[in-house]
């Protein structure tokens, strides 16, 4: 198994501002995921973070918005820029190995206010 | 891209009982299916998985069956009980699993009623 430490766990924010998350994992992996849920929703990927390029976003996210970091194969960041309360979400980072399951950060609750 | 479709997407059972969610996904080069199981306010944990060359699996009383011919694959909980109530999510990935994303359904949110 994987073990990722995300931080912060939550926070309330002013609109406006930014909030940069970090994860970091307990052993090298190549690929890095950002995740949002959004209260009583699915999983939508925002991002995935490959060492050494730059993120690939998915539909609807930009990098302007979600800049992100991966400085080395342990950690990443997500910055969450210039918040509106529709940011209010729950942002999780996930790491895949091989043909092993996708394992978890325990989540940034982000309130935007 | 993936498109993967949930339901129901609530599910109330008496305990005892047995609950069964279904997905479909769309894209046929997908052949890793992990089911996810996310308690309020805490991560997804992967209760269960499935990969393409298999039609069943059991783990005690969690079961995943797959159709790859109608790209269907289901979860079936028996012997339901109160602490098997969360928010269960299933996803499909293609076969480069670890450099490729998830696609998760939308959600099934179980309640076992005691």
């Known amino acids: 198994s994987a073990v990722i430490s995300q931080k912060p766990s939550r926070d309330i924010c002013q609109r406006g501002t930014s909030l940069t998350i970090q994860c970091q994992v307990d052993?090298?992996?190549?690929?890095m995921f950002w995740y949002r849920q959004q209260p009583g929703q699915s999983l939508t990927l925002i991002a995935t973070a490959n060492q050494g390029s730059e993120a690939t976003y998915e539909s609807g996210f930009v990098i302007d918005k979600f800049p992100i970091s991966r400085p080395n194969l342990t950690f990443s960041t997500l910055t969450v820029s210039n918040m509106s309360p529709e940011d209010s979400s729950i942002y999780l980072c996930?790491?895949?190995?091989?043909?092993?399951?996708?394992?978890f950060g325990q989540g940034t609750r982000l309130t935007v206010v | 891209g993936e498109n993967v479709e949930q339901h129901p997407s609530t599910l109330s059972v008496q305990e005892g009982d047995s609950a069964v969610i279904k997905c479909t996904y769309s894209?046929?080069?997908?052949?890793?299916f992990p089911w996810y199981k996310q308690e309020l306010g805490k991560r997804p944990q992967l209760i269960i998985d499935i990969r393409s060359n298999v039609g069943e699996k059991k783990d005690q009383r969690i079961a995943v069956t797959l159709n790859k011919t109608a790209k269907h694959f289901s979860l079936h909980i028996t012997e339901t009980q109160p602490e098997d109530s969360a928010v269960y999510f299933c996803?499909?990935?293609?076969?480069?699993?670890?450099?490729?994303?998830?696609?998760f359904g939308t959600g099934t949110r179980l309640t076992i009623i005691p």
């Open positions: 894209d046929s080069a997908s052949n890793y």
């Open positions: 996930s790491v895949g190995r091989g043909d092993t399951e996708a394992f």
């Open positions: 996803a499909a990935t293609g076969p480069n699993f670890g450099n490729e994303k998830l696609t």
């Open positions: 052993s090298q992996v190549t690929m």
